[in-house]
């Protein structure tokens, strides 16, 4: 196993930049929302959760975008100082979601959250440094073109003989 390998997405617990908390806990926030829609037990997205899941994914890019215009500020005070990240989703099994396609989007944002937590700007007192945005907004345009590109344009579709399972993982 690679020392770099991903074994738990909750960890850090703390890092030292405000900004990434923010950036990280909305994540989570959201997909712990996710995953408790009615379409996470569905084969389909309903109208009503997609326009969530795209009101959130602009509430990520607002925010991230907002704070990386904002002005730096100068912390020597209180800086170096441990944020906690407070997840909402923490030990969560997102493979439990029946919605395959809502499940990609989650793997997503775990990801999106895992990047930022463990970043090089995680270090800093607040900000960003711009490959970290850059590599957000990567996650970011991925999911908006897998909605364009693959949810409208192939579901919902009919699978009458796995609709009605009680294992989500199959």
């Known amino acids: 196993m690679a020392d770099n390998e991903l074994q738990d997405p909750w960890e850090p617990k703390t890092v030292r930049n405000m900004d990434v908390v923010g950036t990280v806990e909305r994540f989570d926030?959201?997909?712990?929302?996710?995953?408790?829609?009615e379409s996470a037990?569905?084969?389909e997205i309903t109208?009503?959760?997609m326009t969530r899941i795209q009101q959130y994914n602009m509430a990520m890019r607002t925010y991230v975008d907002t704070?990386?215009?904002a002005p730096l500020m100068d912390l020597p005070f209180s800086y170096p100082s441990m944020y906690t990240i407070v997840y909402l989703t923490e030990d969560f099994e997102f493979d439990t979601i029946k919605n395959k396609a809502l499940r990609d989007i989650l793997?997503?944002?775990v990801n999106g959250w895992v990047q930022m937590s463990r970043s090089e700007s995680?270090?800093?007192s607040n900000g960003f440094l711009s490959y970290d945005v850059h590599r957000f907004h990567l996650?970011?345009?991925r999911i908006d073109f897998y909605i364009a590109s693959y949810i409208n344009q192939a579901l919902p579709l009919d699978l009458p003989e796995s609709s009605s399972?009680?294992?989500a993982n199959g």
């Open 67 to 69: 704070l990386n215009v």
């Open 139 to 141: 996650i970011m345009d």
């Open 29 to 37: 926030r959201f997909a712990f929302d996710m995953a408790k829609f």
């Open 47 to 49: 109208q009503f959760d």
């Open 165 to 167: 399972y009680i294992d």
């Open 41 to 43: 037990q569905l084969n």
């Open 107 to 109: 793997r997503l944002y």
């Open 122 to 124: 995680a270090d800093k």
